[in-house]
């Protein structure tokens, strides 16, 4: 399906370096968000579905969900196993649609991938609020900006890797 090779079993230093990389990306981006009128925009989504793209599923994993685990830990440990689980999965996911759906295009699996990683943010941070502060009204006032930081990270993401030729220098740097 996809030409990379996996880059945690030919190369894994630099595996692990650009997971640690890209992991420390996610907390700070997860520690920090834009207010906006209403609450905060978290960016850290742009991170994980790029990194989603651009790695094997247990890279994703750590990048999306212990990043995001971490980022939480440092500034508001309340949602951090929800960060845990729900970026976690989300990760491996987009991961898991990039390199093995039946598609020609990879455009078409990552934007698939990042479509069905956007509906885990959004559901799996919705529940957890209604679990974590025990109130449904709580996880439907924060939707909207869950969708936002969602479709956000989608958009930006697939630009990032497609547009801008993140993936093409991925691939070159996997041969290297």
Not at 47 to 66: N, Q, S
Not at 130 to 141: G, K, M, Q, W
Request: with cysteine.
């Amino acid at each position: 399906m996809t030409q990379t090779t996996n880059l945690r079993k030919t190369a894994p230093t630099r595996w692990l370096t650009v997971t640690a990389l890209l992991m420390a990306i996610n907390v700070v981006l997860s520690s920090y968000g834009l207010p906006v009128p209403g609450g905060h925009l978290y960016l850290n989504d742009v991170i994980i579905c790029t990194a989603a793209i651009l790695l094997d599923p247990i890279g994703a994993f750590i990048v999306g969900g212990v990043g995001a685990f971490f980022g939480d830990l440092l500034l508001y440990p309340t949602p951090m196993f929800v960060s845990l689980v729900t970026h976690g999965v989300q990760s491996i996911v987009i991961s898991i649609c990039v390199r093995k759906l039946p598609l020609k295009s990879q455009v078409l699996r990552a934007s698939i991938g990042v479509f069905l990683g956007a509906i885990i943010m959004v559901m799996g941070y919705s529940l957890g609020r209604a679990f974590l502060y025990s109130t449904v009204e709580y996880a439907i006032l924060k939707l909207p900006f869950q969708i936002l930081q969602a479709a956000v990270g989608a958009a930006v993401s697939i630009f990032l890797c497609f547009k801008c030729g993140l993936l093409k220098l991925w691939n070159r740097m996997e041969t290297v």
